[in-house]
């Protein structure tokens, strides 16, 4: 069965900083794995998916994925944060069904 | 087009009673999958409807169970109220059925068994 795991279940950066967080999924099968953002009480919006078409993904509000075979990870990325990234973040892989990571508190300083 | 709407909202309800949450999906989306959050288990998958038919099903007990109507319109049940069953409620909706399509969130549903 797939899943994921997400290193990390608390990340603080200043803002202007790198974000990275972590992500490494297992799957018997070549996996379709997403990013989702979570806000405070709202529901989760996709940031970006890999589908196996290319192993550097781009989402939305300057994140991207880089989906890495030989480490089974798929990190997110974001060269510079901003206040507004602040949220939870949660990796996810499918494979007739949504299998979640436990999800990871991104804390952006000032 | 508008979103993944949920109602209600909010709830509150005792222990033992029942429970019906409603979801509309986007416009032209044919599949609704339902997920519960807690702080404890996380987002766990409890059932996926396409075209009126219940496609998958996560590993929950029989008192939750789900439905799905001619305008792709879905209701998830709970029956006989647990403490633990407050949680956030989340649907989603998306064109098909299968691994590829992207699934949109609603805002949830918060239901609080006191």
């Known amino acids: 069965a797939q899943s994921v795991t997400q290193l990390g279940s608390h990340v603080s950066v200043s803002e202007g900083a790198l974000v990275l967080l972590r992500c490494n999924y297992s799957s018997s099968v070549p996996p379709y794995l997403f990013w989702y953002v979570q806000y405070p009480n709202q529901g989760l919006q996709l940031l970006l998916k890999?589908?196996?078409?290319?192993?550097l993904v781009k989402g939305i509000n300057g994140f991207e994925a880089e989906f890495k075979k030989s480490e089974t990870s798929f990190h997110l990325t974001k060269p510079s944060a901003h206040m507004s990234d602040a949220a939870e973040y949660f990796c996810a892989v499918t494979n007739n069904d949504m299998r979640f990571g436990a999800g990871t508190r991104l804390t952006v300083k000032p | 087009k508008a979103g993944v709407t949920q109602t209600p909202r909010y709830l509150i309800k005792t222990r033992g009673q029942q429970v019906t949450l409603s979801c509309s999906p986007i416009s032209g989306h044919r599949s609704v999958s339902w997920y519960q959050q807690t702080p404890g288990q996380g987002l766990q998958f409890l059932f996926e409807?396409?075209?009126?038919?219940?496609?998958n099903k996560g590993n929950f007990p029989g008192r939750f169970s789900g439905r799905q109507f001619s305008n792709s319109r879905s209701e998830m049940n709970v029956s006989t109220l647990e403490l633990g069953d407050s949680a956030l409620y989340l649907c989603?909706?998306?064109?098909?059925?299968?691994?590829?399509?992207?699934?949109?969130f609603g805002p949830g549903t918060r239901l609080t068994v006191t």
């Open positions: 409807y396409f075209s009126e038919t219940q496609r």
């Open positions: 989603a909706s998306s064109l098909g059925s299968g691994d590829a399509y992207e699934q949109y």
């Open positions: 890999y589908t196996s078409a290319a192993t």
